[in-house]
């Protein structure tokens, strides 16, 4: 780690930061000032509110700024048109499977353009899924009504299943998010979710996933073992590297990354506003007052500060064999979808990525958080990102 602010700043020059650039440092009593470096163009900061849906929130605000970058354009695109139909595809898929496949809130970043293709989109102001008399999203009650619904048919207990029960499951939906549209006027022109999908000005077959695991070859495609893949939507394998390199171009280029990822670790501390790997705290690693202080505390209360930090601290170095260890053993877990937008540094000149959240903004920085390369590289469960941001050498090992 750099130690001193003439480093930070030697670190500012490397990247190119002058004073025409993005620049906006934040300081805050938490230990951090933050510079960011690159902030590529962006549409607002989403709320999710009561409902796991963040991987739709974060898929189509990503997919908002592809259209606000190849545009000009900003636009809000409709979340709940997205779950609803990913609801019904997965209630059917789920009882032609007896079951063996998840039906829960989640879902992946894969999701948004499986939909976009079969269905089209729309934009918010037309379809806001609000149909229960609340002002923000709460799907609590919805979907304790969808499981215990398609609990029941799944048990038939007419030994076959009747013409009836999907509209019965869309008649919950209906209730609740309101009834999907199927055209629509917005600022002066008639549209079908297909045409209005088709007028946005971006093709949903140039964005590419990936992933980066040792359980199946790099450079080819494979389906993504997560509960919340459901439509076994399949990732580029590339070591972590390439993976890294694939979300420094996009920003360098100005294109943001739809991010997925686990955020259960003790190091991912929204209220901070920071995600770190931190090094594990253990006797070994103190000494002085400090080692004095450790070993008199509880195990518990020791249990509690081993990851705690305030401040820039070491992290543990992540290799592709510690990733996949994570992964194996379920310490790395398929939580939240959000959105890389840029790239900064802390007052050491640590390196982080900026990342947008669907968590509303009344947070220290406003609904976004800063994430350290150690943490990036750990707990990335898989990215989306355009075609157009991907360096040609991993386009050609990945024969796209």
Request: with cysteine.
């Amino acid at each position: 780690m750099k130690k001193n602010v003439l480093l930070s700043i030697i670190a500012l020059l490397s990247t190119g930061v002058s004073a025409n650039s993005q620049e906006t440092t934040n300081q805050d009593s938490t230990g951090f000032s933050f510079t960011d470096v690159k902030i590529v163009k962006q549409t607002s900061v989403k709320d999710q509110n009561k409902t796991g849906t963040c991987w739709c929130f974060s898929t189509n605000s990503f997919l908002e700024n592809e259209i606000l970058k190849k545009t000009g354009k900003e636009v809000d695109l409709s979340e709940m048109y997205v779950v609803y139909h990913c609801y019904a595809d997965k209630a059917m898929k789920h009882i032609r499977m007896d079951q063996k496949i998840n039906f829960e809130q989640g879902g992946s970043t894969l999701d948004v353009p499986y939909v976009w293709k079969r269905y089209g989109m729309v934009p918010e102001e037309v379809y806001t899924g609000l149909n229960y008399g609340d002002t923000k999203h709460n799907h609590y009650e919805m979907i304790a009504g969808l499981k215990g619904y398609i609990n029941g048919i799944a048990k038939n207990p007419n030994r076959k299943l009747s013409t009836a029960w999907f509209n019965g499951f869309k008649g919950i939906l209906d209730a609740y998010l309101g009834k999907l549209p199927e055209k629509f006027t917005h600022e002066g022109k008639e549209y079908t979710p297909e045409s209005y999908a088709a007028s946005l000005g971006i093709n949903i077959d140039d964005y590419i996933p990936f992933t980066s695991f040792t359980h199946h070859p790099f450079n080819a495609p494979f389906a993504l073992e997560v509960a919340d893949n459901w439509i076994w939507g399949e990732y580029y394998n590339v070591k972590i590297e390439e993976l890294k390199e694939i979300v420094d171009n996009a920003i360098k280029n100005g294109y943001s990354v739809a991010w997925a990822a686990d955020v259960s670790e003790p190091g991912f501390q929204w209220k901070k506003g920071v995600a770190l790997m931190p090094k594990e705290k253990t006797a070994d690693s103190l000494e002085g007052t400090e080692l004095a202080r450790w070993t008199k505390l509880s195990d518990k209360d020791r249990e509690k500060e081993k990851y705690e930090f305030n401040g820039p601290t070491e992290e543990i170095t992540v290799t592709q064999e510690s990733r996949q260890e994570t992964f194996d053993n379920h310490t790395t877990t398929d939580d939240h979808g959000m959105v890389i937008v840029g790239s900064a540094i802390d007052q050491e000149g640590n390196k982080y990525y900026k990342v947008k959240n669907s968590w509303d903004t009344n947070q220290i920085y406003d609904g976004y958080i800063y994430v350290s390369e150690a943490y990036f590289l750990a707990k990335t469960i898989d990215i989306v990102v355009n075609k157009a941001a991907i360096p040609a050498k991993i386009l050609k090992n990945c024969n796209l």
